[in-house]
């Protein structure tokens, strides 16, 4: 399988780049094609801005999903955006590797989920959650953070459940793309723990990837067979999520 | 009072910078001190990086909360960084302006919260929630998004409640560090509406300014006193946020 890791850390030696190399090493030794997007390292620009698009559909104005568009279909759009569109449509499964920031991605991460999960290729009109354009690929969010797994585990832990803070990212990007998303892997408190710590959160992660492409992904958004054309329920529709 | 506006989009007719220049109408005519940081305009680099330090704790090896810290302390941050801090620090009220890309802000506007919001001033040990390093300032978000109202209305609507999809940022990001966040300001639907339904959305978004500094904000945190000092629930603390 074609494997996509999409990797930011502003340090070369942390703890998430160890947890990117064990990923590239482990999925390439399971036989999986596996390329590596290190934005940090390709100086990734993450601004969305009016020159991504060379030839603008409309110079005075722009709404940066319809140039989107245009831009793609006339192959005008930047080239640093669609080398990155074309790495993400070859790809079976997504690997996002970062430092939470802020419950969410840092910047630069932040600003490749901007511009290259392109309108009218990743989504568009009522093309999002079960029928989003990315349907039959899988991503999984491997994030480090400073706190405590405790300080999450629950409606009572002092942040709530990580993945209501990640709601956002997991649901709200990923899933609207209709990526089948898979249970985050976190490595917990890691500026804090020791060696042997660290090791296991490594070991756990290379056993976890043995499953990425079989195991049930998450269950985050509802079907849109549940709503109407313009999107209100339909009636006698349960909707859970 | 003093109000900052972060304010970021793309295109310098757009609807969100209308919404912008009406705040700053308003609240300068009612007699505040309005200072605006627009991020496009000021060309804002949204990139942490190993070289917002320039004369690093630890040049071998970047914790970058850790180099916040220092470079605070000893006035060698980033000069962009320190002048966006000194304005954050005067503010009595931030708002933060911007389109909703993918339920977050855009990635420039991410980057001034990663590069701005600093570790030792805004946050930092036990200081977050209602500990944090901005308490006794407000925060307000004044968003557009395409999507209509009905659509984040409850938890049978397509997405969810819209707080639950900016829980990262009114909670994770701005709750944080100790701001009282107000009622977010929404303009729906924005690219699809007429103009005397525009013009609704400013005059709505010009009264509203009128309570900012009186109205009772969000409850979006629990008490830090309903926890240990490792941040585990105390017995008996009823926590329902």
Redesign the interface.
Known sequence: MKVLIVHAH??P?SFTTAMKDAAVETLTAAGHEVEVSDL?VMGFD?????ADFAEPKNPD?????LEQRHGWSNGTIAPDVKAEVEKLLAADLVIFSFPI????????M??W??RV?LSGVCFGGVRF?DRGGLRGKRALVAATL?G?D??FDG??????PIE??????L???LG?VGLDVLKPVFGWHV?YIDDAERRKILDDYKARLATVFTETPLNLY?S?SD?DS????LAG?S???
Chains 1, 2 share one sequence.
């Open positions: 502003y340090e030696r940090y993450p601004v969305a801005k009016k104005y722009t709404v940066y999903s920031f802020w419950f969410s991605v840092p910047a630069i932040k600003g989920i901007d999960l959650y400073g405590r405790y300080m409606p009572s832990s002092v942040h709530g209501d803070m990640l709601r956002h990212l649901r709200g990007t609207y500026p509802p849109l709503f313009v999107m209100r329920p529709a909707i859970t999520r």
